[in-house]
């Protein structure tokens, strides 16, 4: 019996569930047939192998966002500011180094 992360009520608490399957997992936890199953982001099929430590996303209807929105935004925010600063620190260097000083003190 896997031990699996299902999407309730805003988290993922852990749980223990008798499927091996998303299939089975459907009908243990009452999932409608016609709702989209992610594990561990990915959107799989009814015959998809559950594995301890996956984590489960049910989407009844044709919703946009929740949490695996949520992940995918904060990577591409983390991506895009990491560009910004690594641009602003190239700048700076540049900066330092026409102005003659040295970009390492050593004292």
Same mark, same amino acid.
Do not use: A
């Given at each position: 019996? =896997?031990?699996?992360? @299902?999407? &309730?009520?805003?988290?993922? =608490?852990?749980?223990? @569930?008798? &499927?091996?399957?998303?299939?089975?997992?459907r009908d243990e936890l009452d999932m409608a047939a016609g709702s989209s199953v992610a594990v561990n982001g990915t959107n799989v099929t009814d015959d998809y192998q559950l594995s301890d430590g996956d984590i489960v996303a049910a989407v009844t209807s044709n919703k946009t966002g929740g949490y695996w929105d949520a992940v995918r935004k904060v990577h591409k925010t983390r991506a895009y500011l990491d560009a910004i600063i690594s641009a602003m620190a190239?700048?700076?260097?540049?900066?330092?180094?026409?102005d003659g000083e040295s970009p390492v003190s050593i004292n």
């Open positions: 019996m =896997p031990k699996i992360k @299902v999407l &309730s009520g805003g988290g993922f =608490p852990e749980r223990e @569930v008798n &499927s091996q399957t998303v299939g089975s997992l190239k700048q700076t260097l540049i900066d330092t180094l026409q």
